[in-house]
């Protein structure tokens, strides 16, 4: 039943007074409201939803029972200009302190501000040095509010849960098979409801704008298990899942991209792969799935897949194909401990030789949706954290070295102000107003800077940051920024002042502003040896991560990624419609490549190394004594001949693949290392037999090992199958791997020209060079690595300062002790040793208690290291021994300066 929708008579007057094209985009999403309603997510504002139409909002009133929608008005999709907003934040803020209580605040600030102006030097330094700290605490904070604080997009993201499944004897999660989700559907008590989804890649084959973009089947309640509705449309029921041209839904980006937002999307046709499917409807802006946000490319088309979800689950011997993501809704109450204990009572009651055979049984693994996502990340955005507090906190004890300095000089001052009667809070109070105002402009600086961080951040690598797209300054980021503000002005301002406000007006006067000088030197020794421990522990962990960084990039990965050019096609089934025709179709691009100038070799394979994650298949080897119930398994790869010479994979014996590997002749199959030291213990492989997939196979080469999944994951038995004798399997996608003479990049024109010549409506998608792939799998240590290594200089730096500014402090303090000293015939070298040792006391109390902590401390790093232990003898010898050379520096120079002060003119000092 569709919706009635009324009119007011301004929502008339308004329709009316826009212009005719206008009213034709204002018409199509009122009959949007006819049809479906106002949608869940739209935007509510005072009891009203405001319904976006063009450049318009319309503004409506629903009344669900009745099914009645009143379009009160139309209105500007802007928002009110800036100088409004001024006007009205000026009224309110004249009102708020105009002879109210926050008046003596007014005062206090005013006065504040007079002070800090009367010092630039000290205020630049402060404010420059606080908006350092606050600027990196609240940048890493941002990513922190992005990727593990922020909510999924999903309706009530803390029930979502993502399914998987794993060997047992092979512990990483792998993909769910059709017939598990069956049995999770059917048996589980836990869920209240569970989905399933494939992920691919399709083609817009238009000539005129092919485009290759993400694309993944799913079965029908995939959008109610996540509780995102489209925007516009609807989602595909299971009746049309069945239907052998579905209706898709499209992404909100490609639906701006390709139709400029066009609600008259709906009920056209796209052509995907050769096959006209109509649209049913337009997901949110943001929505992703689960699997998409480890993914290079997005999902921005869906089409709805019919599994049978009543029937009993089929019977396929070994455990079905494992090749879907599975993602389900939580029960009201239900944990994630309960449904993983509850889905392995399931698989507990499958007999071995149903649903499994007895050497490939699989455990079911379930996760909290953003904890999946997450992962690793985690980990290193929380060590993060803590390595930017510290800097915050050096970044302090600078400020308030700086006023303990200043305090000195202000005694005078406080003490003409307690004597013609200002109390101890009134004192106290002015003290802490001058800090806050520092912080608050260093706070304000520090936004500054952390927006453009932030920008930098992602910038070092895209990839090492899960839900790079949620990271931003937004209100939860700024509110971080004035806490930390406001926080380190009472952490760098409050002992300065209590000491200047503690100092009564007599003693003050009398003292003449030296009689705190030895209480100050002490507390700012102390605060320097803080800085230094602080620092010490950012700089071991920066020097285990770039060890650990350098360890990634010692390892051998299989391969040679120099001068090597990547990209992916698809060949689609309305041109390409068997498997004779796809294989004759890559024969022929790879023909027309190697005749490209500047490309020397060419090739293709089901994917890529370290880009994607590869899956195994059940093997069978002749002459093998295979165990009870030993699962026989493999990786497996489809490649072209090229493909192994492209990649500079070595070969070690036998042959690679060639022109004789065709459809028809000799199966044949090529195994890797690992494989033949597994299963052809003591034998030569060359010249036996096989199975996979069903087809008994001659080995005709060995070749080395390739890391796979992870430059730090274990190097797996992998088979080789040549892409030509594909026997029905259809591998419409190619990662096609093409070695240039020069840098790969700037063959790619050449390249793409190629390709069109051969089909215009096939686009190249997924283009990269191997030193592109190779860097993105380091991308989390290479993140972590940069960061720590800057925070752990920017410490270094800060303390030295510190240290350097505490000595020449003490030094002026003790020009005429000094001086008295010389003129008893203390020689320079003395003087110097004197204070070198006064600092150095410092120094070494900071780095031996920085060194205890560090120890401790860096093994909360042990998941995110590789080659190094997080107590490393070198990191923790090293370590300390350059700060304690670099603090030797720092107060050597002052000292020196200090010395060189001519006895009379020290003994008139003051």
Same mark, same amino acid.
């Given at each position: 039943? !569709? ?35 106002? /949608?869940? *997510? ?33 209105? $500007? ?71 593990? #604080? ?6 009530? $993201? ?5 399914? @998987? ?15 598990? &989700? ?17 992920? *691919? ?34 989602? $595909? ?25 066009? /609600? ?11 096959? +006209?499917?109509?649209?049913? *409807? ?7 799935? +689960? ?54 009572? #399931? ?79 009134? #004192? ?54 004035? *806490? =930390? ?75 040679? /990624? ?34 490209? %100038? ?10 890529? !190394? ?25 990786? @497996?790869?489809?490649?072209? /001949? ?117 089909? !215009? ?49 003490? =030094? ?63 990191? &923790? ?5 350059? &700060? ?7 107060? @050597? ?9 001519? %006895? =009379? ?6």
């Amino acid at each position: 039943m !569709p919706w009635r929708i009324e009119f007011s008579r301004p929502a008339v007057r308004a329709l009316r007074s826009l212009p005719r094209w206008e009213q034709r985009r204002v018409a199509g999403r009122i009959r949007d409201l006819e049809r479906y309603g106002i /949608p869940p *997510g739209a935007h509510r504002e005072s009891g009203a939803c405001l319904f976006p139409a063009g450049d318009q909002f319309l503004v409506c009133v629903e009344e669900p029972e009745t099914k009645e929608i009143i379009v009160v008005t139309l209105r $500007p999709n802007r928002a009110p200009s800036g100088a409004t907003v001024a006007v009205l934040v000026g009224r309110w803020v004249r009102r708020l302190f105009e002879g109210g209580w926050m008046e003596p605040l007014v005062h206090d600030v005013r006065f504040a501000l007079r002070s800090l102006r009367k010092a630039p030097g000290f205020s630049l330094v402060a404010v420059v040095t606080l908006a350092l700290g606050i600027g990196a605490a609240t940048a890493i904070f941002s990513v922190a509010d992005g990727v593990l #604080i922020k909510p999924l997009p999903y309706g009530d $993201p803390e029930e979502v849960v993502t399914v @998987w499944a794993s060997w047992d004897n092979f512990p990483d999660k792998t993909w769910l098979s059709v017939e598990e &989700f069956q049995l999770f559907h059917q048996e589980n008590r836990t869920l209240d409801d569970i989905a399933l989804y494939r992920s *691919g890649t399709a083609t817009f084959t238009s000539p005129e704008s092919p485009e290759r973009v993400g694309a993944a089947m799913v079965t029908p309640n995939t959008f109610t298990v996540l509780g995102v509705q489209p925007v516009i449309g609807r989602v $595909p029921t299971w009746d049309e899942a069945r239907d052998s041209v579905p209706p898709i839904l499209i992404g909100y980006e490609l639906w701006q991209r390709r139709w400029d937002g066009d /609600p008259g999307v709906l009920g056209t046709t796209a052509e995907l792969d050769g096959t +006209p499917m109509p649209v049913a *409807g337009v997901l949110p802006r943001g929505f992703v799935l +689960p699997v998409d946000y480890a993914s290079s490319s997005v999902t921005e088309v869906y089409a709805p897949w019919y599994v049978d979800v009543e029937s009993p689950a089929q019977d396929p011997g070994g455990g079905g194909s494992h090749g879907s993501y599975g993602v389900a809704r939580l029960l009201d109450g239900a944990t994630v401990e309960e449904t993983r204990s509850d889905l392995a009572r #399931i698989m507990s009651q499958v007999e071995p030789v149903g649903l499994y055979s007895p050497e490939r049984r699989f455990t079911p693994r379930v996760f909290a949706a953003k904890s999946d996502i997450v992962g690793g990340a985690r980990g290193t955005i929380l060590v993060l954290l803590g390595a930017v507090g510290f800097v915050l906190l050096i970044a302090c004890g600078n400020v308030a070295n700086l006023l303990l300095s200043r305090a000195e000089k202000r005694v005078r001052e406080v003490a003409v102000r307690t004597a013609v009667g200002a109390g101890r809070i009134r #004192i106290l109070r002015q003290l802490l107003t001058e800090s806050a105002i520092l912080a608050l402009l260093g706070g304000v600086l520090g936004v500054t800077l952390a927006h453009l961080g932030v920008d930098a951040l992602l910038a070092i690598d895209p990839d090492s940051v899960p839900r790079s797209a949620s990271v931003s300054t937004n209100l939860t980021v700024l509110a971080f920024a004035l *806490g =930390a503000s406001l926080l380190t002005a009472l952490i760098f301002g409050i002992v300065p002042a209590i000491r200047v406000a503690r100092g009564g007006a007599n003693a003050s006067l009398h003292e003449s502003g030296r009689g705190t000088g030895a209480v100050s030197t002490r507390g700012q020794g102390l605060l320097v040896a803080a800085q230094m421990a602080m620092a010490v522990v950012l700089l071991a962990g920066a020097t285990l991560m770039v060890r650990t960084f350098v360890s990634l990039l010692e390892i051998n990965p299989g391969f040679q /990624p120099q001068n090597v050019l990547t990209f992916r096609l698809t060949a689609p089934p309305g041109s390409y419609p068997d498997t004779e025709s796809i294989v004759q179709f890559y024969d022929e691009v790879l023909t027309e490549l190697r005749e490209v %100038p500047g490309v020397t070799r060419a090739g293709g394979a089901r994917i890529l !190394p370290l880009a994607t994650t590869m899956g195994d298949a059940g093997i069978r080897v002749d002459g093998y004594d295979r165990g009870d119930n030993e699962a026989m398994q493999a990786e @497996w790869q489809w490649a072209t /001949p090229g493909y192994l010479e492209v990649m500079n994979i070595p070969l070690l014996a036998g042959r690679t693949f060639d022109s004789r590997d065709q459809d028809g002749a000799l199966e044949v199959i090529i195994i890797n290392e690992s494989l033949a030291r597994q299963y052809w213990v003591g034998r030569d492989p060359i010249g036996t037999l096989a199975t996979v997939f069903g087809e008994e196979c001659v080995v005709i080469g060995v070749v080395g090992d390739v890391t796979h999944n992870g430059l730090t994951g274990s190097v797996r038995g992998r088979f080789y199958r040549p892409h030509a004798q594909l026997d029905g399997y259809s591998q419409r996608s190619l990662t096609l791997t093409i070695e240039t003479e020069g840098p790969p990049l700037s063959a790619l024109p050449r390249v793409r020209e190629a390709v069109r010549r051969m089909d !215009p409506s096939i686009p190249l998608a997924e283009v990269a060079t191997m030193d592109d792939v190779l860097a993105s799998s380091v991308a989390q240590p290479r993140f972590a690595m940069v960061l720590l290594a800057a925070f752990a200089a920017m410490a270094l730096t800060l303390a030295v300062v510190g240290i350097y500014g505490v000595i020449s402090y003490a =030094a002026s303090r003790r020009t005429q002790e000094i001086g008295i000293r010389m003129a008893l015939g203390a020689e320079t070298g003395d003087v110097v040793r004197l204070m070198v040792r006064q600092g150095m006391v410092m120094a070494g109390l900071g780095v031996v208690v920085g060194t205890g902590a560090a120890f401790f401390l860096t093994r909360l790093m042990e998941g995110m290291l590789y080659g190094v232990e997080p107590t490393d003898l070198g990191t &923790f010898t090293t370590v300390p021994a350059l &700060f304690l050379l670099v603090a030797l520096l720092a107060c @050597w120079i002052p000292a020196a300066r200090g010395a060189r002060v001519d %006895p =009379a003119t020290a003994l008139r000092y003051e």
